[in-house]
């Protein structure tokens, strides 16, 4: 069985299957291998580098990847570049920001003061016109229920927790505590999974919850079900309360409040996986200065929400450094904001509208510098783990822990860099060992 509740435990006892030896095989291989690579691997750090130090198959490759990762930020070598944008007024309020988008039908490419300063005056003064709008409807469906890398990833995000902290507080949730006349009680599944799948028993409980609370409008015509990684074991459930009627606010008052920040977090998002896609209208509107010597677009963009759907209980956090700064990345966040314009309308006449700062009335130019790729963080680091199918559910707290630990890494300002021990431990091992290293050797153990 793969969930623990009654129906599947039953089900289970009435037909037992046969143990995959394959896959017990499997294991016994990951651990002979751990053994031989931590064991005699870090008996030759003591010899060759210093005592106290340690090698892991996969502890060694999560070094490699923040030791790889500042070698990017060393050689990045940064790039300026200029954005322009001019705050515009129809006959409708309020004024509303459009962007450089476009310069005679190309990318708008500002590299410089002088360039930026030039497009500057020879749109300052001029009347706008609206030369097109488009209007889209776009759903945006909800995520998964949490495996435990997800949640390792959202609590590091939203809370500020550790992976390890996580990880004790939602033990500590499934073990039970004590709710009141109920007794002790565990309150969510068990936390160490890589399936996203749910027990059908708990997706209709889920349902009904969500149509008492938040009406038939907010309840798909069949249960969401999400895929699951190829590499997954599915040897669990998907993270979820062991019960959707026991919602944090009824509970909050026998939780401290770090459990319930993890609790509520485990509920609204197993909720919100049940619930229908948030309906949005997207707007995009290109805004033409009159009169220039150059045909310059302004592109504005606007996002209403018709139907909040799921994100009236959870929206997913964001790695805001994910990808290094540049234009394009700019472009992409500036079109996924949400902002509401005023009504316009095709060959509407605008008019520039001064505000504070600006050099020229309506327009302000804006110098900016791509940014080397961002040191991780444990949120970051798990995620590239998860992706390069390095580590298990079980051991991706205490990779975090054991590289800070063993004083391969620091973390200034929240953000893991690699110590002068950690650079050469690293450079000793990738020289002496480059297959052990290897991420996708790494990966092909998971399998």
């Known amino acids: 069985f793969n969930e623990i509740t009654e129906s599947a435990i039953k089900r289970a006892l009435q037909s037992p299957g046969h143990v995959d030896m394959n896959l017990v095989n ?5 651990r002979v291998l751990d053994r031989i690579v931590g064991y005699q691997g870090s008996q030759l750090l003591w010899k060759k580098v210093r005592r106290g130090l340690s090698m892991g198959r996969v502890q060694s490759v999560a070094v490699k990847l923040i030791c790889d990762r500042e070698r990017e930020r060393e050689a990045f070598r940064s790039e300026e ?7 515009l007024a129809g006959k409708n309020p309020p004024p509303f920001e459009a962007k450089l988008h476009s310069v005679n039908g190309q990318d708008a490419v500002v590299s410089s003061a ?4 030039r497009i500057v005056s020879a749109v300052s003064g001029k009347d ?10 776009k759903r945006r469906n909800p995520v998964a229920p949490f495996i435990t890398s997800r949640l390792q990833q959202e609590a590091a995000r939203k809370l500020r927790f550790t992976p390890k902290k996580t990880m ?3 033990q500590q949730l499934y ?3 004590e709710i009141g006349k109920e007794g002790p009680v565990g309150l969510i599944t068990y936390m160490r999974t890589d399936s996203t799948r749910i027990a059908k028993e708990a997706a209709e409980e889920a349902r009904e919850v969500i149509r008492e609370r938040f009406g038939a409008e907010y309840l798909p015509k069949t249960p969401n079900v999400y895929k699951t990684q190829k590499a997954a074991q599915e040897a669990h459930e998907a993270i979820r309360p062991t019960s959707a009627r026991r919602d944090p606010e009824s509970i909050k008052q026998f939780m401290d409040r770090d459990h319930y920040q993890v609790y509520k977090l485990i509920w609204n998002r197993f909720i919100a996986s049940q619930m229908t896609p948030a309906i949005l209208e997207v707007t995009r509107v290109d805004c033409v200065p009159q009169q220039t010597p150059d045909t310059y677009v302004f592109r504005a963009n606007g996002t209403v929400v018709k139907f909040p759907g799921h ?4 929206m997913e956090g964001k790695d805001a450094e994910l990808h290094e700064q540049s234009r394009k990345a700019d472009q992409e966040a500036e079109d996924e904001a949400e902002r509401q314009l005023p009504a316009l309308a095709e060959g509407e006449r605008l008019r520039l509208v001064a505000r504070e700062g600006q050099p020229a009335p309506g327009l302000l130019p804006k110098q900016h510098f791509t940014q080397p790729p961002p040191r991780y963080n444990e949120a970051l680091l798990i995620r590239e783990l998860e992706e390069k199918g390095i580590g298990r559910p079980s051991t991706y707290a205490s990779i975090c822990s054991t590289i800070q630990e063993r004083k391969y890494v620091e973390k200034p300002e929240g953000r893991f860099a690699p110590t002068e021990t950690g650079k050469i431990v690293n450079d000793f091992l990738v020289k002496g060992f480059p297959d052990i290293l290897d991420v996708d050797f790494t990966s092909l153990m998971e399998k």
Do not use: D, H, N
Request: glycine fraction near 2%; charged fraction near 25%.
């Open 175 to 177: 073990e039970g505590m």
């Open 26 to 30: 499997a294991q016994q291989a990951r």
């Open 114 to 117: 002088p360039e930026a300063e």
């Open 128 to 137: 706008f016109t609206v030369r097109s709008i488009e209007r889209k409807e």
């Open 168 to 170: 004790m507080l939602a």
């Open 81 to 87: 570049y200029w954005s322009i944008t001019a705050t």
């Open 311 to 314: 994100t009236a209980v959870y």
